[in-house]
C-alpha cells in the first residue's frame, strides 16, 4: 500500500494540478468507500465546494476543501488517484469520481477495495490523526526520540517501526529496505540496540524516505501518480522481493520470512540476528 514517498507524490500532484479547481459534484461508486459521514452527507458537503490545499499526514492523504471539510483518503494496496480517466480497467473497480469544473475528473480507482474516505470537520480531523507517531521529516524525529520511544520495548524492531503511533508513514516496503542500511535484523528486540544503531537506524529511515520521495515512490505492482504513471524507486530497492538473489553488499543470498506476520526480506550475513553485523561493518568502515 501507499506509504509516505508515495502519498507525498500524489499530494504534490494534486497541489500541482487541482487545487483552486471547484468540485461540480461528487459520485460514490463503492457502497463500502465512505466511512464518515452517511454516503449521502458525504455527496452533499463535498458536491459545490473548491479543493483549497493538499497535506499528506503519516499515510492518509487530506484534501482541504474551501468549506472547512476535508476529505481523508487511506489509498490501501490497489488505491489510486487519478486525473485521467482509466480506461484500460473495468469501471467496477472505480470507488468515487469527483466531476471537477472545466470537465476534468478526478477518478478514485482499488480494485482491490479496500480504500476508505471520510469527510471530517476541523475538530473530527485533529482528533483523527492526534494518535499518529511523529513524522520521519518532522523536527521532533531523531535517534534519541526513537532510542527514548522504544529502547526499553522487548517486541522486534520490524513491526515497531510499521507502529504509526511510533513513527508516522513506513510500511512493509521501505522498512525492510531500512533495516537492510542500518544492519539489522528484522527480529532485533528494540531493547538491545546500542547508540551507534539507534543512530543509524535514524539516518537509514531518512535516506530511504528521502531517495522514496525523490524518485516519486515505489511501483512494485499498482501504485501510480495522479497523472497514471509509475515511481521509479523499484529500480534502487536491494532486498524487498529480492528473495533468492545476491545481496549487493556482500553476495550473500537474500532470504523471505515472515515476521510479525508481514513478508519479510533480508540477508542473513549483513544483518545477523545476534546483533553484531552492525557493529562489525561500523567497525571495518572505521
Ligand atoms: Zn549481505
Known sequence: MPELPEVETIKEDLRGLVVGSKIERAEVLHGSLVEHPTEEGFVRR??????????????????????GDSLVLQLKIGGQLL?????EEPTSSLMLVLHLEGGRRLFLRDQTEFTRARLLDAGELEERLSSL????FGEDFSAEYLRRALSGRRAQIKPLLLDQKVVSG?????VDEILYDAWLHPRRKANTLSGREWEALYEAILKNLVAGVEHRGTTVRLYRDVLDRPGEHQNYLRVFEKHGEPCPGCGGIIVREKVGGRPTHFCPACQPEDGFGGERQLESLW
Do not use: C
Not at 486525473?83 to 480506461?87: D, F, G, N, Q, S
Open 46 to 67: 463535498i458536491s459545490g465546494a473548491e479543493i483549497s490545499g493538499a497535506r499528506r499526514r503519516a499515510k492518509h492523504l487530506i484534501v482541504e476543501l474551501s468549506t
Open 133 to 136: 507517531g511523529p513524522e520521519p
Open 170 to 174: 513506513i510500511g512493509n516496503i521501505y
Open 83 to 87: 486525473l485521467v480517466p482509466p480506461v
